[in-house]
């Protein structure tokens, strides 16, 4: 590190193993409040995004981690800052050439923790999958889809009726797979 220490303010990515960013970063403010570095480290977080989840018909929400592997720290950096940080459990090491971390812009910063509070639908379902509706007038039926629209979380499902096929729209949770 440097010994002309810059003493500004910034978001830098330190790399942890798959998996163990939450534990990450309970470690590293565990090492925060025992060093008493909360003027130095004064942020530490996991991007994740809320996502709505369909299966068998049912919504739920559930946090998806925007980043696998990765841990953000709005830290100032000095020697010290960068030791507790690289010396954490899990931590391997910061995103930069070699041993001198590079902080992320100001857009970097921005759309890596905006980004995570956008809602997304994630649905089990595909193109040509055989599914049961299950509400509507044509509960019990099952068709073919032939499209899923994710952000209007709606699928188009040709059902036979009097030998023709016919395309229906339908909601996400209106559908269940074919057993």
């Known amino acids: 590190m440097d010994s002309g220490e810059n003493r500004e303010l910034l978001w830098y990515v330190a790399h942890t193993y798959s998996g163990y960013e939450n534990k990450v970063k309970a470690n590293l403010e565990k090492a925060v409040d025992n060093n008493n570095m909360h003027d130095l480290i004064q942020e530490i977080t996991v991007p994740v995004e809320d996502v709505e989840e369909i299966k068998n018909g049912k919504r739920r929400q559930v946090s998806h981690k925007l980043y696998p592997g990765y841990v953000l720290v709005r830290m100032i950096m ?63 039926f099952t068709g073919m889809i032939d499209e899923i629209d994710d952000l209007r979380m709606k699928v188009r499902v040709s059902v036979s009726m009097f030998g023709r096929n016919t395309p229906i729209e339908l909601a996400f949770d209106q559908i269940e797979h074919e057993k």
């Open 78 to 140: 000095t020697d010290q800052a960068w030791s507790v940080v690289r010396n954490t459990r899990g931590v391997t090491g910061f995103v930069g050439p070699g041993s001198k971390p590079i902080p992320l812009t100001d857009e970097e910063v921005a759309g890596m923790l905006g980004g995570g509070h956008l809602a997304k639908s994630k649905i089990d379902f595909s193109v040509g999958e055989t599914v049961r509706i299950l509400s509507g007038p044509l509960e019990s």
